[in-house]
């Protein structure tokens, strides 16, 4: 009896720690409130985004940078610059699937930092990769779309109205990993909806969490 | 008729010896010190383009320098994003506009920062070849080129060339190398040499 209350103390903390929310299947799943969602926020065509980034750090210090993004949706692959406000390069990487470090300076000379900011932008401008899993709506109303990504890791894209989404990233025991909330965004092709963020909040749980606030100053449209 | 004449003669010469000092404040160190010795303050509002190889079009910001000797600054970007980093008394701070007030900035790359805003208070105190990160060669044409010493310091700034202005103790534009494919270019304009400056604005946002 003793080893039962155990066991169904720690099958009760597991899921205590798990936050993934369930989803309730629309009644039309082809809804434009879950087609939406199912699109998400993500540009269309390729783009270099200019974004003024403020960064909240463990202990709530805040540092200001500059990212500068050029991204290709279609092929998966990104070029990220950042600067320090007056324009000196600290850290500059490729991503095509891998990541290859141009430049980088102390503090942002890591491995870990240039795979989770690969992992950031990825989240933040590419849909997700894999397949949708199930789509409807959350507990609040929200139509929601959840991918499974090739790793087996859960992505849900929540439609929560003009222009607010919100990406959660879950880890492989389900709890939140980081969660994506574009604030504002401008449609960029009327015809197809496609939008682009004008303010974008990551924030990575966990620990050390870390928090970034991104507004957008410049988005040049690359080709069509 | 007579005090006439030898106003237009004293103007003549005034502007004779201000044309010689101009060609030669420029011609060795020794001039830029004595130069740069006569400057108290400097004022300039400056245009900045950041020309990258994946740039479709050079990043452009605004801005304006003020210096007041011997080592107080105040960098300050109005456009696109309105920050502002100020040097004084050996302290670097740097504060960003957000939502319609100035917050301070605790990020470690001012460690990076305090390192260029110290050079640039070097510069316009006219010592350009006593530095202990570059060295310094002066080229015809007003031109300063700058190289690193170490090569640590290599990897953050590759080279930067100093065009000087034609007017004493004033610097043209700034280009700033970092690698092959990224440049940082710095016009000055309106430039005030010797105006009084509060010392506030090296201190705090005003």
Redesign the interface.
């Known amino acids: 009896m003793k080893q039962l209350l155990l066991l169904l103390s720690v099958l009760g903390l597991i899921l205590s720690c798990s936050n993934l929310p369930q989803v309730y299947p629309a009644a039309d799943s082809a809804g434009p409130q879950t087609d939406r969602a199912c699109r998400g926020p993500f540009p269309d065509g390729d783009w270099?985004l200019?974004h003024?980034i403020?960064?909240t750090l463990p202990g709530g210090?805040?540092?200001?940078?500059?990212g500068?993004t050029?991204i290709s949706p279609s092929n998966r692959t990104a070029?990220c610059?950042i600067?320090?406000?007056?324009?000196?390069?600290?850290f500059?990487a490729l991503y095509d699937g891998q990541i290859t470090v141009?430049?980088a300076?102390a503090?942002f000379d890591s491995e870990v930092f240039a795979n989770g900011l690969l992992e950031d932008i990825n989240l933040i401008f590419f849909k997700p990769s894999g397949s949708i899993t199930t789509s409807g709506s959350l507990k609040s109303g929200a139509a929601v779309c959840r991918y499974q990504k090739p790793d087996g890791r859960l992505v849900d894209i929540i439609s929560q109205g003009t222009p607010v989404w919100e990406i959660r990233q879950y880890r492989p025991d389900n709890r939140l990993a980081q969660t994506v909330k574009i604030m504002s965004a401008k449609e960029t092709n009327l015809a197809d909806h496609m939008w682009i963020a004008d303010k974008i909040e990551l924030k990575a749980h966990g620990s050390p969490g870390y928090t970034l606030v991104m507004d957008l100053?410049?988005a040049?449209p690359?080709k069509k | 008729m007579k005090k006439k004449k030898i106003y237009h003669h004293l103007n003549g010469a005034i502007f004779l010896l201000t044309a010689l000092m101009c060609i030669g404040w420029a011609d060795s160190w020794e001039g830029l010190k004595t130069a740069a010795g006569t400057v108290t303050s400097v004022g300039a509002r400056f245009t900045q383009e950041k020309h990258m190889k994946i740039l479709a079009r050079p990043l452009v910001s605004e801005g304006v320098l003020l210096f007041q000797g011997p080592d107080s600054l105040r960098w300050e970007y109005t456009h696109p994003i309105q920050s502002i980093l100020l040097l004084h008394n050996g302290k670097t701070r740097r504060l960003v506009q957000k939502n319609g007030s100035f917050v301070e900035d605790a990020s470690v790359n001012l460690q990076a920062m305090q390192v260029v805003v110290q050079e640039i208070t070097q510069w316009l105190n006219g010592r350009f070849d006593d530095n202990p990160i570059f060295t310094a060669r002066l080229e015809p044409g007003r031109k300063i080129v700058m190289v690193p010493r170490e090569e640590s310091f290599a990897r953050f700034i590759q080279r930067i060339e100093i065009l000087l202005s034609d007017r004493p103790a004033a610097i043209k534009s700034v280009m700033i190398f970092e690698s092959e494919d990224s440049f940082t270019r710095l016009d000055f304009k309106d430039v005030i040499l010797n105006q009084k400056l509060d010392d506030a604005l090296f201190r705090k946002v005003k």
Request: charge should be neutral; avoid cysteine.
């Open positions: 270099q200019l003024s403020e960064a210090k805040k540092g200001f940078l500059m500068l050029v070029h610059v600067m320090t406000l007056e324009g000196f390069v600290v500059d141009k430049r300076l503090p100053v410049e040049v690359l």
